[in-house]
């Protein structure tokens, strides 16, 4: 039994870290067709500004310091680099694919290839005892901080402004440029949330693995993509269901089958996904045809 | 005449890559000894390599607008496949080629299938994430299981099963010339089938594949023969590079490794024929010269400020890609044309030159666009 919690916990609390990175890709995705390949550079920013902070000052301050730090960077991303090719779609992917190389590499030529330990502060480095499991705090907060922050997004697309704006972006930007609204400034912020997310991602991640390196956020996205593709592109519910989903079935293989084949197995969930949908839209359109 | 002159280039640039492994030429900067040293013909022999690859990589990303970010795992495929078959089953070199290549293309076969069935909507971007997804599972496989594939240190190559003229030092330029031949194999069978009717097929599809559909063509089997081709082409130059680095490393296993793929076809210039090449040879020896410049002293002496980017060439190589694909959309192999053309060239030539040399685009200026048509009721 308490294997079991354990085991969903740490699940959920890996889920709610895809989700983190995923949810940002998926909007952005959904707004304005760009698949950002420098996602994974800007969780690698995030966990690095938290690492640096962590020690100096609060934690609270250097989590927050990595979410700016994710924000700012998407945000001179998409004015500085990836608006001028709005009518290249295919170079928009290729200018964030150098970017996604060349950051990390900055990073590594800054601190180093090794990976770095991050002293998160005492109330999360220590276990809370639940049903006989002794669960890692730092699962708890990964689990709430994706909870909050799935209840805040649906809130700014319901009931905010540009939150109207992007949703209508995402069913036909075309339609809305048309009605004369500036679809571009939902662009950059679309692209700032997604940010902040990579860099909350990057911060709470590194608590998480206890430890940053350069090449953590990239190989994170590669699950953030799955997430992203079995959740649908621009859902958010979605999106926060494949995530729980793909961590759950991860933790859960590594346990009971052999460690490693965790990773494994969230590809070919991803195969039978793609294999049973075949058109469709996401998770949703199985759970339409299911219920 | 100017059709002469476009035959004679593949046989000119033949030429000259058949000589270089007798030519006692210096050149400063680029190579470190003569060009026919073997520390020079291994540098070549991996430039050769990877524009091959590259080639290979161009015929889904250029010729039909598919991006694949998991070519590395049939590169992998083939290097791995090819060492344990040799270590562990103890196949000589050409079986163990055959046996790698085999299983290539049922992988491809049947991950290409998934990819391009199950993506549907979601287009090119959905098929970048699939493929991906793939290709990272095949290099957890790697990493996970050292026991097998030696983990983070690589396979070194099964000498003993390998013909001994490509074993040692002094066998060099036998690596060069085996580079050479897989280059000149996929150069031929990519140049032939974009020259033939498939080759106009996959343009169609490219360009539009609602539209290639709708003309009763079957995008779906195109696109996943080419995928199978491009597999088994990148499986095949995975054991040359077995050969020529002399064992298996991860290194062909990472998402870096098809990114550094895209990074050459897109620099050289997509869709093109000589583009991957360029870019191919280009790519490689800038990769090595910038790794020897970032460990020299004049860059150990500079402020951190210039020191850090220039100790880590994929922030060079990172950043000229941004470049190129700003300042010089179409890649070098477009750069004459549009120096040429003056300022009118925005467009990559082979947007503005090979369009009207496919019917179904030609139809669209004759009145059947559905626009017109709507017009004409």
């Given amino acids: 039994m308490s294997t079991l919690v354990l085991l969903t916990l740490t699940g959920l609390g890996l889920g709610a870290l895809y989700f983190l990175i995923a949810s940002g890709l998926s909007l952005i995705f959904g707004l304005m067709d760009v698949l950002n390949f420098a996602h994974g550079a800007l969780v690698t920013a995030g966990a690095y500004a938290a690492w640096r902070l962590t020690g100096h000052l609060p934690f609270a301050v250097a989590v927050a310091a990595a979410v700016a730090t994710g924000a700012v960077l998407a945000a001179l991303i998409e004015t500085v680099l990836i608006r001028p090719l709005y009518s290249r779609p295919k170079d928009q992917i290729l200018v964030t694919v150098g970017l996604g190389l060349a950051l990390p590499a900055l990073v590594q030529g800054i601190w180093g290839a090794d990976a770095r330990q991050l002293q998160a502060p005492k109330q999360l480095t220590g276990t809370v005892s639940l049903l006989g499991a002794k669960v890692p705090t730092d699962r708890f907060v990964l689990i709430a901080a994706a909870i909050v922050v799935l209840a805040a997004l649906k809130l700014f697309l319901a009931k905010t402004r540009y939150g109207l704006v992007v949703r209508a972006g995402v069913e036909d930007r075309a339609m809305v440029t048309a009605l004369g609204i500036d679809v571009r400034k939902a662009f950059t912020l679309v692209f700032a949330i997604g940010g902040a997310l990579a860099g909350l991602a990057g911060a709470l991640g590194g608590v998480y693995f206890g430890s940053v390196s350069p090449d953590q956020g990239t190989s994170l996205l590669v699950f953030g993509f799955v997430v992203v593709v079995i959740g649908g592109m621009g859902r958010t519910d979605g999106v926060a269901l494949a995530a729980a989903a793909v961590g759950l079935i991860q933790q859960f293989t590594n346990y009971y089958a052999a460690s490693g084949l965790g990773d494994f197995a969230a590809v070919a969930i991803l195969a039978v996904v793609l294999l049973v949908r075949g058109n469709g839209e996401g998770i949703q359109r199985i759970i339409r045809r299911t219920a | ?377």
């Avoid at chain 2, 974009?194 to 003309?215: F, K």
């Avoid at chain 2, 019917?359 to 004409?376: F, W």
Wanted: glycine share 14%.
């Fill in chain 2, 1 to 377: 005449m100017k059709r002469h002159v476009k035959h004679l280039i593949p046989v000119a640039v033949l030429a000259v890559l058949l000589s270089l492994p007798y030519s006692t030429l210096q050149i400063p900067g680029v190579f470190d000894g003569a060009v026919n040293t073997p520390g020079s013909l291994q540098l070549l022999a991996l430039c050769l390599l990877f524009a091959g690859l590259a080639v290979g990589y161009d015929l889904l990303f250029g010729r039909l607008g598919l991006m694949s970010f998991g070519h590395a795992l049939y590169v992998a495929i083939g290097a791995y496949s090819a060492e344990l078959a040799m270590k562990n089953l103890h196949l000589p070199l050409a079986e163990a080629t055959l046996l790698a290549i085999a299983i290539a293309a049922a992988v491809s076969t049947l991950l290409g299938a998934v990819s391009l069935k199950g993506v549907g909507n979601l287009g090119t971007v959905g098929f970048a994430m699939v493929t991906l997804a793939f290709a990272q599972a095949g290099s957890i496989l790697v990493g996970r299981d050292p026991k097998t594939t030696g983990g983070e240190e690589g396979l070194p190559l099964s000498t003993d099963k390998v013909p001994s003229a490509f074993v040692g030092v002094v066998n060099t330029v036998n690596l060069y010339w085996l580079a050479l031949a897989y280059l000149v194999v996929v150069c031929g069978v990519v140049w032939w089938l974009t020259g033939s009717r498939i080759g106009r097929v996959w343009q169609a599809i490219r360009d539009n594949e609602r539209r290639a559909e709708v003309l009763g063509l079957n995008p779906f089997g195109y696109q996943l023969g080419a995928f199978v081709l491009a597999g088994t082409l990148g499986a095949a130059g995975g054991v040359v590079h077995l050969l020529v680095t002399a064992g298996a490393t991860p290194e062909t296993t990472t998402t870096d490794f098809t990114l550094a793929l895209l990074v050459m076809v897109v620099l050289g210039g997509s869709g093109t024929r000589w583009g991957p090449v360029l870019g191919g040879v280009l790519y490689t020896l800038l990769d090595h010269r910038l790794g020897a410049v970032a460990t020299s002293d004049s860059v150990a002496s500079l402020p951190a400020v210039l020191r850090i980017p220039l100790s880590q060439p994929l922030v060079l190589l990172g950043v000229l890609f941004v470049l190129v694909v700003y300042a010089v959309p179409g890649g070098l192999a477009a750069l004459p044309r549009r120096l040429r053309g003056g300022g009118g060239g925005r467009r990559p030539r082979r947007e503005r030159g090979e369009q009207h040399r496919l019917g179904v685009v030609e139809g669209e200026a004759h009145g059947t666009h559905p626009d017109r048509v709507a017009s004409e009721l």
